[in-house]
């Protein structure tokens, strides 16, 4: 079992940046693929970033590749989304989600076992 935290959510302006960051529980983060997933209001959730258990494979969606950065820091069980070039289409609550693989991170939901409660996001104009 392992229970996510998002934080790093706010309001910020178009073109602007935030961290999002993901603390999670117990001692094995090492062994989870590890991603970010958001979901606008009225929409369903999308995929945004997955990063493989050792950090050496990323995968992103073409709506925010060059822009957002995934990253993660197994000694401190955290996994990062740098998010850089905001825009209002960015808006959603961004959910932190975990699997435990090591294979080639994935962009299914349904293939994750755990999920963060979420964090807002909203890009102004």
């Known amino acids: 079992q392992v229970q996510l935290e998002e934080s790093g959510g706010g309001l910020v302006q178009a073109g602007g940046s935030l961290r999002l960051s993901c603390a999670a529980s117990?001692?094995?983060?090492?062994?989870?693929?590890m991603a970010w997933f958001r979901q606008a209001p009225g929409k369903e959730r999308e995929f945004v970033a997955a990063i493989s258990w050792s950090g050496g494979s990323t995968r992103y969606a073409d709506s925010v590749k060059g822009r957002f950065t995934i990253s993660r820091d197994n000694a401190k069980n955290t996994v990062y989304l740098q998010m850089s070039s905001l825009k209002p289409e960015d808006t959603a609550v961004y959910y932190c989600?975990?699997?435990?693989?090591?294979?080639?991170?994935?962009?299914?939901?349904?293939?994750?076992?755990?999920w963060g409660q979420g964090t807002q996001v909203t890009v102004s104009s």
């Open positions: 117990g001692r094995t983060f090492s062994m989870y693929t």
């Open positions: 989600a975990a699997l435990i693989s090591n294979g080639h991170p994935r962009a299914s939901a349904y293939d994750y076992d755990y």
